[in-house]
């Protein structure tokens, strides 16, 4: 039995997480942090990450982190550093903070896995990326989410243009405009993102690639999160065997 503690555990993906790993015959939630405090039977409910691992007794064996963009870093730099294995889920990790993450997650000798999707269809869409990425010169990424998502581009987004950008072959080149303020943000040099936010959207994401007289198209919907739990489950099952940092779930898959 894996005793998981859940940041963000009164949010929508948060409390999700939380039904879902209680459900499961090998893990339960031991801890719930949130400072909105959240509620699920019996499991003791904390306002931060220090409170929790102070109080929770035996330590938990895995976390998983769903808390807002401006707590994400330090949220897990406290479990990394109190020696608890981690899978971050939340978004707005810069890559300097992703390093420093990896530099504490190997100073505990624990795992740290950071998944921008955790839908596998989201995953096998940025793999076709990739391979498209060869062949084309020209790509951009329209990511379309719930209104109320506060980063922007997506997590999924920049790691699609990421793998895009740094594919092996990567024929990819500077996207003309680039600059323009209605020309969304240029990631990695050569990929254009756009955002969309509005009522009605879950997760969706398209990637084209424009080549003489043709448009490829690549997309992937998320129709609601549920469709983000298997991925989650995998994570939380393999973070625990891990000795190292591991980004995007598509490195669990093989």
Known sequence: MIDILVTGAAGKMGSLCVATIAAQDDMRPVALVDPRGAESGDVPSFMGVTEALTQTVPPPQAALEFSVPDAVFANTTALLAAGVPTVVGATGLAEPQVDELRATAAAADVGLVVVPNFA??????????????????HAE??????????????GTALRTASLMANAPGSALKAPPGAGQ??????????????????PGLVAHQEVLFGGDDEILTLRHDSLSRRSFMSGVLLALRRVTELRETVVGLESLLD
Do not use: C, N, Q, W
Not at 120 to 136: H, I, S, T
Not at 141 to 154: N, Q, R
């Open 120 to 137: 596998l269809g989201a995953v096998l869409l940025m793999r076709f990326a990739a391979e498209a990425a060869r062949y084309y010169e």
């Open 141 to 154: 990424v329209i990511e379309m989410h719930e209104k109320g998502k506060v980063d922007a581009p997506s």
């Open 181 to 198: 303020a209605s020309r969304g943000l240029t990631a990695d040099g050569a990929v254009t993102v756009h955002s969309v936010r509005l």
